[in-house]
């Protein structure tokens, strides 16, 4: 993997080939795969993507029942609303989605880690309601995940991509940057515009704490998810637009690490602080721990 | 890390480190006992015990116990598969020490034959996990290769005899470590290789002298019975 996106870019630009092309090319280097095996690898997890979103339960409710169904109350409401729905269509069916992979996380249901299973439902709702509405071809698909890996493989070279350690911009940040460069490149933008993308996405869900209720991965979570795929398509917008990242991507990027670095533990997975810690949070925690000892 | 690691596992949420690692070190332990689990006495250290049971690091471990991979849809269900299975278990929890790492699980097992091994895991982020003793021995190895676990009396020419061996089978070495309690006494050697290690040669080596114990940890798929493939 390389250790910044303004490297892959150089490449790309000096020796005219495609960004994910350029990646593709150091996947195959690092494991000895051929380009055909790379790519039938990053199909298969953009298949399983598919599968979970289809396999979606709007049944399933987490162990703590604090998840489950939202997804399908948000298709009931924008399928009344129609255009009228704030969202509108298509950003509707991208929430929906970004949900019920969340949730379906969750509620222990397969999915695909991407870049974590916290942050598992931002990029395949961006994919996968993006072939819906342009028709992609798989192999397009395949392309843009060569570019949201070169991403997330560069945050988790100069910064990190665990709540643990970076709290939840670390996760859902890192997932949006990926998404927001992986819709650019679906919608022909260049790789100077890629890079402002995930530089924009990043930015704006920079600090965000990772501050779970009762240390589960539920709330905030769930929604989180949506937010980072909201936060990925305005990003890719605003980059395909021409608008540009004052700050270079590679550099928002290490400022995410310190921002990680310095935030106080208690809003770094532990469950202790933020959310965690607000009186429902508390009590919810302590809900759930007595009714495990009462067993 | 690796495009596979970014984009990637296929797993069963809702978290890589509490469900997904600790359905692998369910399953590295059960690989190395190399035989179908009868019992198991799961002792759950730090977060593991604390947000474990949202988590399902308890079903997710019997998962592992069973052979189950971790992106296995049967997880959610595996306290019914293990009854089925005729794998029994307890849990309980306990304090391994301030420097162990929060997610770390402790498994005492006894398989079909009556082979019992002792399994002390951490899962250390993103499904990855660390085994770090074994029979009461410190080790340290990711369960990613085949990998040879070797306790031996501390003497000259224990690595040579080994290392002697994989060169002579062509199998390359991935990392090698050596531990010793005392020079002279108890020690052990890990060798994780980038080839299967041929099930005499382990004979073999566990034949040779000052040699108390092999243990070896296959990633072929044609492991115990309950396998999932």
Same mark, same amino acid.
């Given at each position: 993997?390389?250790?910044?996106?303004?490297?892959?870019?150089?490449?790309?630009?000096?020796?005219?080939?495609?960004?994910?092309?350029?990646?593709?090319?150091?996947?195959?280097?690092?494991?000895?795969?051929?380009?055909?095996?790379?790519?039938?690898?990053?199909?298969?997890?953009?298949?399983?993507?598919?599968?979970?979103?289809?396999?979606?339960?709007?049944?399933?409710?987490?162990?703590?029942?604090?998840?489950?169904?939202?997804?399908?109350?948000?298709?009931?409401?924008?399928?009344?609303?129609?255009?009228?729905?704030?969202?509108?269509?298509?950003?509707?069916?991208?929430?929906?989605?970004?949900?019920?992979?969340?949730?379906?996380?969750?509620?222990?249901?397969?999915?695909?880690?991407?870049?974590?299973?916290?942050?598992?439902?931002?990029?395949?709702?961006?994919?996968?309601?993006?072939?819906?509405?342009?028709?992609?071809?798989?192999?397009?698909?395949?392309?843009?995940?060569?570019?949201?890996?070169?991403?997330?493989? !560069? %945050?988790? *070279?100069?910064?990190? =991509? +665990?709540? @643990?350690?970076?709290?939840?911009?670390?996760?859902?940040?890192?997932?949006? $940057?990926?998404?927001?460069?992986?819709?650019?490149?679906?919608?022909?933008?260049?790789?100077?515009?890629?890079?402002?993308?995930?530089?924009?996405?990043?930015?704006?869900?920079?600090?965000?704490?990772?501050?779970?209720?009762?240390?589960?991965?539920?709330?905030?979570?769930?929604?989180?998810? !949506? %937010?980072? *795929?909201?936060?990925? =398509? +305005?990003? @890719?917008?605003?980059?395909?637009?021409?608008?540009?990242?004052?700050?270079? $991507?590679?550099?928002?990027?290490?400022?995410?690490?310190?921002?990680?670095?310095?935030?106080?533990?208690?809003?770094?997975?532990?469950?202790?602080?933020?959310?965690?810690?607000?009186?429902?949070?508390?009590?919810?925690?302590?809900?759930?721990?007595?009714?495990?000892?009462?067993? | 890390?690796?495009?596979?690691?970014?984009?990637?596992?296929?797993?069963?949420?809702?978290?890589?480190?509490?469900?997904?690692?600790?359905?692998?070190?369910?399953?590295?332990?059960?690989?190395?006992?190399?035989?179908?689990?009868?019992?198991?006495?799961?002792?759950?250290?730090?977060?593991?015990?604390?947000?474990?049971?949202?988590?399902?690091?308890?079903?997710?471990?019997?998962?592992?116990?069973?052979?189950?991979?971790?992106?296995?849809?049967?997880?959610?269900?595996?306290?019914?598969?293990?009854?089925?299975?005729?794998?029994?278990?307890?849990?309980?929890?306990?304090?391994?020490?301030?420097?162990?790492?929060?997610?770390?699980?402790?498994?005492?097992?006894?398989?079909?034959?009556?082979?019992?091994?002792?399994?002390?895991?951490?899962?250390?982020?993103?499904?990855?996990?660390?085994?770090?003793?074994?029979?009461?021995?410190?080790?340290?190895?990711?369960?990613?290769?085949?990998?040879?676990?070797?306790?031996?009396?501390?003497?000259?020419?224990?690595?040579?005899?080994?290392?002697?061996?994989?060169?002579?089978?062509?199998?390359?070495?991935?990392?090698?470590?050596?531990?010793?309690?005392?020079?002279?006494?108890?020690?052990?050697?890990?060798?994780?290789?980038?080839?299967?290690?041929?099930?005499?040669?382990?004979?073999?080596?566990?034949?040779?002298?000052?040699?108390?114990?092999?243990?070896?940890?296959?990633?072929?798929?044609?492991?115990?019975?309950?396998?999932?493939?």
């Amino acid at each position: 993997m390389y250790d910044t996106l303004a490297q892959i870019l150089g490449i790309s630009e000096e020796t005219k080939r495609p960004f994910w092309e350029v990646v593709r090319e150091e996947d195959c280097n690092e494991t000895g795969l051929t380009p055909e095996e790379s790519g039938r690898e990053l199909l298969r997890m953009y298949r399983v993507m598919k599968e979970s979103d289809a396999a979606y339960d709007p049944a399933l409710r987490s162990e703590s029942g604090m998840v489950g169904g939202e997804g399908a109350k948000l298709a009931a409401y924008l399928e009344e609303a129609g255009a009228d729905a704030l969202l509108g269509s298509f950003s509707g069916t991208v929430c929906r989605r970004a949900l019920q992979m969340a949730a379906s996380n969750a509620c222990m249901r397969r999915i695909v880690a991407a870049p974590t299973a916290g942050s598992c439902g931002v990029l395949p709702a961006i994919l996968i309601s993006m072939e819906e509405r342009y028709g992609y071809a798989e192999e397009d698909i395949v392309k843009a995940l060569y570019t949201a890996g070169a991403i997330g493989g !560069v %945050i988790a *070279a100069r910064a990190s =991509l +665990s709540g @643990a350690a970076g709290g939840c911009q670390a996760e859902v940040g890192s997932a949006a $940057a990926m998404a927001a460069g992986a819709a650019v490149q679906l919608r022909g933008g260049s790789g100077e515009q890629i890079l402002h993308a995930a530089a924009i996405a990043l930015k704006n869900l920079l600090g965000l704490a990772c501050d779970p209720v009762a240390g589960l991965v539920e709330v905030p979570c769930v929604k989180r998810n !949506v %937010i980072g *795929a909201m936060d990925a =398509l +305005s990003a @890719a917008d605003m980059a395909l637009a021409g608008i540009t990242s004052v700050i270079p $991507a590679d550099e928002v990027i290490d400022a995410m690490g310190r921002i990680g670095r310095e935030l106080p533990e208690n809003i770094r997975e532990t469950g202790e602080g933020g959310l965690a810690a607000t009186p429902t949070g508390v009590a919810m925690r302590d809900r759930l721990f007595t009714s495990e000892k009462a067993e | 890390m690796q495009l596979k690691d970014i984009i990637g596992p296929v797993m069963v949420g809702p978290s890589s480190s509490h469900t997904a690692g600790a359905a692998r070190i369910g399953r590295v332990a059960y690989k190395l006992l190399g035989e179908p689990v009868a019992h198991a006495d799961i002792i759950l250290h730090g977060s593991f015990h604390t947000t474990g049971k949202g988590h399902g690091t308890d079903k997710a471990i019997v998962a592992g116990l069973l052979g189950f991979r971790v992106d296995d849809p049967r997880i959610p269900e595996s306290f019914d598969a293990a009854k089925e299975a005729g794998l029994t278990y307890g849990f309980s929890h306990a304090d391994l020490g301030a420097e162990v790492h929060p997610n770390t699980a402790k498994l005492v097992l006894k398989g079909k034959s009556g082979k019992e091994m002792t399994v002390v895991a951490a899962s250390v982020g993103g499904g990855r996990i660390h085994v770090t003793e074994l029979d009461g021995l410190t080790v340290s190895f990711s369960g990613d290769l085949p990998t040879l676990v070797i306790h031996h009396i501390d003497q000259p020419g224990k690595i040579a005899e080994v290392a002697s061996l994989l060169e002579r089978k062509k199998i390359n070495v991935a990392s090698m470590r050596l531990y010793r309690a005392r020079r002279g006494g108890n020690a052990v050697m890990v060798f994780e290789c980038d080839q299967e290690v041929p099930a005499q040669d382990v004979q073999w080596l566990s034949e040779q002298e000052a040699t108390v114990r092999v243990i070896y940890l296959s990633q072929s798929h044609a492991g115990g019975a309950l396998t999932h493939v």
